[in-house]
């Protein structure tokens, strides 16, 4: 048996819905709701900055990928993304996702869990909006606001346009602190179109900062 075959993926997938559906009870009054890995660092100020101006409603905010063929559904990037609230109830809502997600896994309903895409949480959450909404807002970084620091080949260098960092080192997040704690919050430019709304990378802040190799 894989280490981490398509069981596991569907588990992860089951956990990302039961964090939707347990956010939406246990924070009954928010706007927005975020799902992120536990191996990134956030500046959490410098996020909410930009979510703050954004639409509270019909909103997809992360770094948006193309969906697989045949279905050219957009969704964001697991390492985190954030949904506005009314977006999330009609997630938890789609039947038939809620009805494979609130059961244990078995491997009989292999096809089913594909055709929803739960072998992927995060293209799992961007199908079922492509399902359940219309006119959604889909709000897009760029790599040089959320990216990978080690490991994968969606690298990029760690500047002052970083927000989400990924795959970093226990080791860093004190150093990240002291990179990011004296630069105030203030909103990414964006730019609108049809498409959606698109956070700019600025020049002058694209100094690279280092990280120790400790």
């Not at 039961?18 to 996020?47: C, E, H, S």
Request: aromatic share 14%.
């Amino acid at each position: 048996m894989p280490l981490f075959g398509e069981r596991q993926r569907s588990c992860l997938s089951r956990k990302t819905f039961m964090w939707l559906d347990l956010a939406l009870t246990l924070f009954d009054n928010v706007t927005f709701i975020a799902k992120g890995d536990d191996d990134m660092y956030l500046r959490v100020p410098q996020q909410l900055a930009n979510i703050r101006a954004l639409p509270t409603r019909n909103l997809y905010y992360g770094y948006n990928m193309p969906g697989r063929y045949p279905f050219q559904f957009r969704y964001s990037d697991g390492s985190i993304f954030t949904l506005s609230r009314d977006l999330v109830q009609r997630i938890v809502a789609y039947p038939p996702l809620r009805r494979l997600a609130t059961q244990t896994y078995d491997p009989g309903y292999l096809k089913h869990y594909m055709l929803l895409f739960m072998d992927h949480e995060d293209m799992m959450v961007g199908h079922t909006v492509f399902r359940v909404a219309r006119n959604v807002t889909y709000a897009t970084v760029r790599r040089c606001h959320f990216h990978n620091v080690y490991g994968r080949t969606d690298l990029s260098p760690l500047t002052l346009n970083s927000i989400m960092l990924h795959n970093i080192k226990e080791r860093h997040y004190v150093e990240l602190m002291r990179h990011f704690r004296e630069i105030p919050p203030a909103t990414t430019k964006f730019i609108e179109t049809s498409d959606g709304i698109f956070f700019e990378c600025e020049l002058h802040s694209g100094s690279p900062l280092h990280l120790s190799s400790r």
